[in-house]
T-cell receptor, first 116, second 114 residues
Framework: GAGVSQSPSNKVTEKGKDVELRCDPISGHTALYWYRQSLGQGLEFLIYFQGNSAPDKSGLPSDRFSAERTGGSVSTLTIQRTQQEDSAVYLC??????????????FGEGSWLTVV | EDQVTQSPEALRLQEGESSSLNCSYTVSGLRGLFWYRQDPGKGPEFLFTLYSAGEEKEKERLKATLTKKESFLHITAPKPEDSATYLCAVQEVGWGGSQGNLIFGKGTKLSVKP
């Protein structure tokens, strides 16, 4: 597709279960970002991948959160032992990642996670 | 201390009533300032990137400007379809000049009544 694709679009899970959220960036984009948006809150940075460099994990809120990016393309965000406070929209974004001309960052529609 | 502050939090306008949204920021080195529009239940939609003080960009009824401390999003003669939350974000110059993450403000919710 032409844009950033995320799945699932909606996920309801029980407290304590693990969840995986998937992001397929725009073809050719080397930079990939994960953000979290809680109800009424701003976007919170989680993790950033750039090419083959080590990811910037500085925004991950706890060790229950992890992400990987295979083959420099698709990324999976995993939340283990989910808690109710993890309920939020998880947004993925991508950019060309090289120089100012490739700086535009495009977002997907998000994965809405509800922990009950 | 917030690095990106948007004001007002909410703005109600009548159709045709022009106004401005503010985004003030404090970062050590600005790589870019981004404006996005977000509709309910949707991901942010890219509008503009500004890189240096004095730069301006326009798109339909929207015009974004940038100074060393803040950016304005001017809305001229708004229509009801301009109703959305407008998000501002800054990107700092990273280590080694690499591209880093976006730091977002909390947004301004704009409502335009017919």
């Amino acid at each position: 597709g032409a844009g950033v694709s995320q799945s699932p679009s909606n996920k309801v899970t029980e407290k304590g279960k693990d969840v995986e959220l998937r992001c397929d960036p725009i073809s050719g984009h080397t930079a990939l970002y994960w953000y979290r948006q809680s109800l009424g809150q701003g976007l919170e940075f989680l993790i950033y991948f750039q090419g083959n460099s080590a990811p910037d994990k500085s925004g991950l809120p706890s060790d229950r959160f992890s992400a990987e990016r295979t083959g420099g393309s698709v990324s999976t965000l995993t939340i283990q032992r989910t808690q109710q406070e993890d309920s939020a929209v998880y947004l993925c974004a991508s950019s060309l990642g090289t120089g100012f001309s490739g700086n535009t960052i495009y977002f997907g529609e998000g994965s809405w996670l509800t922990v009950v | 201390e917030d690095q990106v502050t948007q004001s007002p939090e909410a703005l109600r306008l009548q159709e045709g009533e022009s106004s401005s949204l503010n985004c003030s920021y404090t970062v050590s080195g600005l790589r870019g300032l981004f404006w996005y529009r977000q509709d309910p239940g949707k991901g942010p939609e890219f509008l503009f990137t500004l890189y240096s003080a004095g730069e301006e960009k326009e798109k339909e009824r929207l015009k974004a400007t940038l100074t060393k401390k803040e950016s304005f999003l001017h809305i001229t003669a708004p229509k009801p379809e301009d109703s959305a939350t407008y998000l501002c974000a800054v990107q700092e110059v990273g280590w080694g000049g690499s591209q880093g993450n976006l730091i977002f403000g909390k947004g301004t919710k704009l409502s335009v009544k017919p």
